[in-house]
């Protein structure tokens, strides 16, 4: 595993690229977008049991009631801080480190106890490695417990980079993330599109000038669907057709040999 860099806008953009094996493309199919961002919380995978279980381990800690996995979702999305911070009602900064390192350390800890992909999500994964497209992951949730994640589920060596909330100096919806993929894989901002399940998402491509495609399976899939993504979509496999042109049909010439005639 190697170690790349780029400058991006007046700070280095360092992280460790995985290569992608099975690269290649499929027949003569043409691309609209060259490079895939996706979220990972809500968009790749469904932690919302894992991320609730440690939001309610450090609450019982604090003799605080247990929140439900809804109202647990509608925190996420910020990075573990503000997820920490809302979960706790607080925003006491002497009060918030600590639950928020006993949150980290038990989450560390669990962070694959429910964890799963998406239904379909791994076979999209593969067509669209299979058509050539650069894939890669944009998170607040720290490098660290990401690519834990995605290695324990088989996944990491699918994508060439994973940037985290501590990845780079700010994180989503500031483009600085999406700024280091683009110098990373030096991908002109109209080929890339970002997949996510929030608002943040959207904000995130917007100021990065790049594409956004919504989910409909996130955390908070309704209040996305009220901002009006400019791309949509229900179920993974659909993000096929958004990305990889079919080829066209083929046709033979008049004087073909192989062309039917009619008598």
């Not at 961002?37 to 049991?49: K, Q």
């Not at 399940?197 to 100021?207: F, I, P, Q």
């Not at 958004?242 to 008049?254: D, G, K, S």
């Amino acid at each position: 595993m190697g170690v790349g860099h780029g400058a991006v806008g007046g700070f280095f953009c360092w992280g460790r690229w995985p290569g992608v094996a099975g690269r290649g493309t499929v027949g003569t199919m043409a691309l609209r977008y060259d490079h895939v961002v996706f979220d990972l919380d809500g968009t790749l995978i469904d932690s919302r049991l894992d991320l609730a279980a440690a939001v309610n381990h450090v609450r019982r800690g604090l003799g605080m009631s247990e929140l439900s996995v809804e109202n647990v979702c509608e925190y996420v999305g910020e990075g573990a801080r503000v997820l920490v911070q809302r979960s706790l009602g607080i925003a006491d900064s002497a009060r918030i480190e600590p639950a928020l390192q006993t949150f980290l350390e038990y989450y560390g800890e669990h962070l694959l106890d429910h964890t799963r992909p998406y239904a379909g999500v791994v076979d999209v994964l593969d067509a669209l490695a299979r058509a050539g497209v650069t894939l890669s992951v944009l998170t607040n949730k720290p490098e660290d417990k990401s690519r834990a994640i995605l290695e324990g589920l088989g996944l990491l060596d699918r994508f060439i980079a994973v940037v985290g909330g501590d990845s780079v100096p700010s994180r989503k919806p500031d483009p600085a993330g999406i700024e280091c993929l683009r110098a990373r894989t030096a991908t002109p901002p109209e080929r890339l599109l970002l997949v996510g399940d929030s608002d943040v998402d959207m904000r995130t491509a917007a100021a990065a000038g790049v594409a956004f495609c919504g989910v409909a399976w996130g955390f908070k899939p309704e209040k996305l669907r009220s901002s009006a993504p400019p791309l949509w979509i229900a179920k993974p496999a659909e993000l096929l057709d958004l990305v990889v042109e079919p080829p066209a049909p083929t046709t033979r010439p008049p004087n073909d040999p192989t062309t039917p005639t009619t008598r």
